[in-house]
Protein backbone atom coordinates (compact mmCIF):
# COMPACT_ATOMS: atom_id res chain seq x y z
CA UNK A 1 0.00 0.00 0.00
CA UNK A 2 1.52 3.65 -0.74
CA UNK A 3 1.66 5.77 1.61
CA UNK A 4 1.36 9.31 1.84
CA UNK A 5 2.99 11.39 -1.08
CA UNK A 6 4.07 15.06 -1.09
CA UNK A 7 5.25 16.83 -4.33
CA UNK A 8 7.42 18.79 -4.98
CA UNK A 9 9.87 17.78 -2.14
CA UNK A 10 11.56 21.00 -2.82
CA UNK A 11 10.62 23.98 -3.69
CA UNK A 12 12.75 27.24 -3.97
CA UNK A 13 10.82 30.62 -4.80
CA UNK A 14 11.62 34.06 -4.49
CA UNK A 15 9.44 36.12 -2.46
CA UNK A 16 6.27 37.97 -3.57
CA UNK A 17 5.81 34.37 -5.76
CA UNK A 18 3.36 31.94 -5.64
CA UNK A 19 3.64 28.09 -4.80
CA UNK A 20 1.20 24.98 -4.44
CA UNK A 21 2.07 21.88 -2.87
CA UNK A 22 0.38 18.70 -3.53
CA UNK A 23 -0.30 16.14 -0.99
CA UNK A 24 -1.52 12.74 -2.22
CA UNK A 25 -3.23 10.85 1.02
CA UNK A 26 -3.32 6.81 1.69
CA UNK A 27 -6.48 5.43 -0.95
CA UNK A 28 -9.45 5.37 1.07
CA UNK A 29 -8.77 8.10 4.12
CA UNK A 30 -10.94 10.83 4.73
CA UNK A 31 -9.48 12.56 6.84
CA UNK A 32 -6.18 14.75 5.49
CA UNK A 33 -4.01 17.18 7.84
CA UNK A 34 -1.32 19.77 6.61
CA UNK A 35 1.34 20.69 9.49
CA UNK A 36 4.20 23.03 9.49
CA UNK A 37 7.77 23.34 11.06
CA UNK A 38 9.32 26.59 10.48
CA UNK A 39 12.92 26.25 11.10
CA UNK A 40 13.98 25.73 14.70
CA UNK A 41 10.50 25.83 16.25
CA UNK A 42 7.81 22.99 16.62
CA UNK A 43 5.88 21.41 14.12
CA UNK A 44 2.12 23.45 14.19
CA UNK A 45 -0.72 21.90 12.54
CA UNK A 46 -2.47 23.89 9.77
CA UNK A 47 -5.98 22.23 8.88
CA UNK A 48 -7.98 19.54 9.05
CA UNK A 49 -9.96 18.07 5.96
CA UNK A 50 -12.65 15.11 5.94
CA UNK A 51 -13.10 14.44 2.13
CA UNK A 52 -13.50 17.70 0.82
CA UNK A 53 -14.70 19.88 3.89
CA UNK A 54 -12.56 22.01 6.30
CA UNK A 55 -13.11 20.24 9.77
CA UNK A 56 -10.15 22.83 11.00
CA UNK A 57 -8.87 25.71 9.67
CA UNK A 58 -7.54 27.08 12.85
CA UNK A 59 -3.80 26.75 12.08
CA UNK A 60 -3.82 28.31 8.88
CA UNK A 61 -1.30 32.10 9.53
CA UNK A 62 -3.02 34.42 7.45
CA UNK A 63 -5.04 34.59 4.03
CA UNK A 64 -1.95 34.20 1.94
CA UNK A 65 -2.74 30.59 2.20
CA UNK A 66 -5.36 28.45 0.60
CA UNK A 67 -6.00 25.10 0.99
CA UNK A 68 -8.63 22.95 -1.26
CA UNK A 69 -9.62 19.28 -1.92
CA UNK A 70 -11.62 18.86 -4.13
CA UNK A 71 -13.09 15.67 -4.75
CA UNK A 72 -12.08 14.64 -1.22
CA UNK A 73 -8.92 13.47 -2.80
CA UNK A 74 -5.94 14.86 -2.94
CA UNK A 75 -5.03 17.91 -1.49
CA UNK A 76 -3.20 21.72 -2.03
CA UNK A 77 -1.57 23.60 -0.37
CA UNK A 78 -1.13 27.62 -2.04
CA UNK A 79 0.64 30.10 -0.54
CA UNK A 80 0.69 33.29 -2.50
CA UNK A 81 2.34 35.45 -2.48
CA UNK A 82 4.77 33.72 -0.62
CA UNK A 83 7.11 35.90 2.37
CA UNK A 84 10.32 34.50 3.26
CA UNK A 85 8.71 33.67 6.68
CA UNK A 86 7.11 31.21 5.21
CA UNK A 87 9.70 28.52 4.66
CA UNK A 88 10.27 25.68 5.99
CA UNK A 89 9.01 22.02 6.05
CA UNK A 90 5.14 20.89 5.43
CA UNK A 91 3.88 17.51 6.22
CA UNK A 92 0.73 16.10 5.09
CA UNK A 93 -1.02 13.18 7.37
CA UNK A 94 -3.72 11.31 6.42
CA UNK A 95 -6.12 9.08 8.64
CA UNK A 96 -8.76 6.62 7.63
CA UNK A 97 -10.75 7.96 11.20
CA UNK A 98 -10.91 10.55 13.50
CA UNK A 99 -8.15 9.80 15.75
CA UNK A 100 -4.89 11.22 15.60
CA UNK A 101 -3.52 8.08 16.70
CA UNK A 102 -3.80 7.02 12.80
CA UNK A 103 -2.06 9.55 11.16
CA UNK A 104 0.34 9.02 8.77
CA UNK A 105 2.95 11.51 7.87
CA UNK A 106 4.33 12.09 4.37
CA UNK A 107 7.95 13.00 3.78
CA UNK A 108 7.38 16.55 3.72
CA UNK A 109 7.69 19.54 1.07
CA UNK A 110 10.67 21.49 2.20
CA UNK A 111 9.70 25.20 0.95
CA UNK A 112 12.57 27.80 0.72
CA UNK A 113 11.53 31.80 0.19
CA UNK A 114 14.32 33.82 -1.02
CA UNK B 1 -2.42 25.46 27.79
CA UNK B 2 -1.53 22.95 26.09
CA UNK B 3 2.25 22.53 25.38
CA UNK B 4 5.39 20.12 24.60
CA UNK B 5 8.65 21.11 25.34
CA UNK B 6 11.68 19.26 24.48
CA UNK B 7 14.32 21.01 26.18
CA UNK B 8 17.50 19.49 24.93
CA UNK B 9 18.06 20.81 21.11
CA UNK B 10 20.99 19.07 20.54
CA UNK B 11 23.04 16.39 21.80
CA UNK B 12 25.82 14.37 20.82
CA UNK B 13 26.90 10.83 22.02
CA UNK B 14 29.63 8.75 20.83
CA UNK B 15 28.17 5.50 19.98
CA UNK B 16 27.39 2.33 21.74
CA UNK B 17 26.59 5.48 24.71
CA UNK B 18 23.04 5.72 25.79
CA UNK B 19 21.30 8.27 25.58
CA UNK B 20 17.77 9.95 26.57
CA UNK B 21 15.97 12.45 25.15
CA UNK B 22 13.20 14.39 27.51
CA UNK B 23 10.04 15.58 27.08
CA UNK B 24 7.83 17.31 29.64
CA UNK B 25 3.89 18.07 28.24
CA UNK B 26 0.81 20.20 29.35
CA UNK B 27 -2.95 19.90 29.46
CA UNK B 28 -5.62 20.05 31.51
CA UNK B 29 -7.41 17.37 29.55
CA UNK B 30 -7.22 13.34 31.49
CA UNK B 31 -7.33 11.66 28.41
CA UNK B 32 -4.31 12.30 26.14
CA UNK B 33 -2.12 10.46 23.67
CA UNK B 34 1.57 10.94 23.78
CA UNK B 35 3.92 10.17 20.53
CA UNK B 36 7.50 10.41 19.67
CA UNK B 37 8.40 10.80 16.23
CA UNK B 38 11.67 10.30 14.36
CA UNK B 39 12.77 12.63 11.44
CA UNK B 40 16.03 10.62 9.61
CA UNK B 41 18.01 13.22 6.88
CA UNK B 42 15.92 11.80 4.38
CA UNK B 43 13.21 14.19 5.99
CA UNK B 44 9.68 12.11 6.40
CA UNK B 45 7.94 11.58 10.11
CA UNK B 46 8.79 8.25 11.22
CA UNK B 47 5.74 6.93 13.87
CA UNK B 48 7.83 5.22 16.83
CA UNK B 49 5.67 5.21 19.51
CA UNK B 50 2.30 5.98 21.42
CA UNK B 51 0.78 6.32 24.70
CA UNK B 52 -2.63 6.93 26.33
CA UNK B 53 -3.12 8.99 29.56
CA UNK B 54 -4.76 5.90 31.06
CA UNK B 55 -1.60 3.62 30.81
CA UNK B 56 1.71 4.29 32.16
CA UNK B 57 3.58 1.23 31.58
CA UNK B 58 6.57 1.43 30.70
CA UNK B 59 7.42 0.60 27.71
CA UNK B 60 10.92 -1.51 26.03
CA UNK B 61 11.27 -1.99 22.26
CA UNK B 62 14.70 -3.31 21.34
CA UNK B 63 17.38 -0.82 22.15
CA UNK B 64 14.40 2.04 22.44
CA UNK B 65 12.60 2.45 25.83
CA UNK B 66 9.80 4.96 27.02
CA UNK B 67 9.00 6.30 30.34
CA UNK B 68 6.23 7.75 30.84
CA UNK B 69 4.88 9.25 34.65
CA UNK B 70 2.10 11.36 34.87
CA UNK B 71 2.70 12.86 38.50
CA UNK B 72 5.79 14.54 36.44
CA UNK B 73 4.41 15.58 33.35
CA UNK B 74 7.00 13.56 31.24
CA UNK B 75 7.36 11.15 28.49
CA UNK B 76 11.20 10.49 28.33
CA UNK B 77 12.81 8.60 25.39
CA UNK B 78 16.03 6.08 25.80
CA UNK B 79 18.33 4.84 23.42
CA UNK B 80 20.59 2.14 24.52
CA UNK B 81 23.77 1.06 23.11
CA UNK B 82 23.27 3.87 20.21
CA UNK B 83 24.33 3.41 16.98
CA UNK B 84 24.62 6.03 13.64
CA UNK B 85 21.76 4.80 12.37
CA UNK B 86 20.05 6.51 15.50
CA UNK B 87 20.82 9.85 14.36
CA UNK B 88 17.93 11.99 13.53
CA UNK B 89 15.50 15.03 14.75
CA UNK B 90 12.96 13.15 17.52
CA UNK B 91 9.44 15.16 18.35
CA UNK B 92 7.48 14.49 21.22
CA UNK B 93 3.85 15.32 20.75
CA UNK B 94 0.79 15.26 22.32
CA UNK B 95 -3.03 14.86 21.04
CA UNK B 96 -6.35 14.68 22.70
CA UNK B 97 -9.05 11.93 22.63
CA UNK B 98 -12.41 12.33 22.06
CA UNK B 99 -11.88 16.22 20.91
CA UNK B 100 -9.77 17.57 17.81
CA UNK B 101 -7.39 15.62 15.92
CA UNK B 102 -4.63 17.77 15.83
CA UNK B 103 -0.88 16.73 16.69
CA UNK B 104 0.95 19.22 19.09
CA UNK B 105 4.38 18.59 18.86
CA UNK B 106 7.40 19.64 20.66
CA UNK B 107 10.48 21.68 18.63
CA UNK B 108 12.30 18.47 18.45
CA UNK B 109 15.81 17.05 19.72
CA UNK B 110 18.37 16.90 17.27
CA UNK B 111 20.56 13.57 18.06
CA UNK B 112 23.97 12.94 16.58
CA UNK B 113 25.08 9.49 17.27
CA UNK B 114 29.30 9.75 16.97
CA UNK B 115 31.23 6.66 15.55
Known amino acids: EAGVTQFPSHSVIEKGQTVTLRCDPI?????LYWYRRVMGKEIKFLLHFVKESKQDESGMPNNRFLAERTGGTYSTLKVQPAELEDSGVYFC????????????FGPGTRLTVT | AQKVTQAQTEISVVEKEDVTLDCVYE???????LFWYKQPPSGELVFLIRRNSFDEQNEISGRYSWNFQKSTSSFNFTITASQVVDSAVYFCALSFMNRDDKIIFGKGTRLHILP
Open chain 1, 93 to 104: ASSQTRDSYEQY
Open chain 1, 27 to 31: SGHDN
Open chain 2, 27 to 33: TRDTTYY
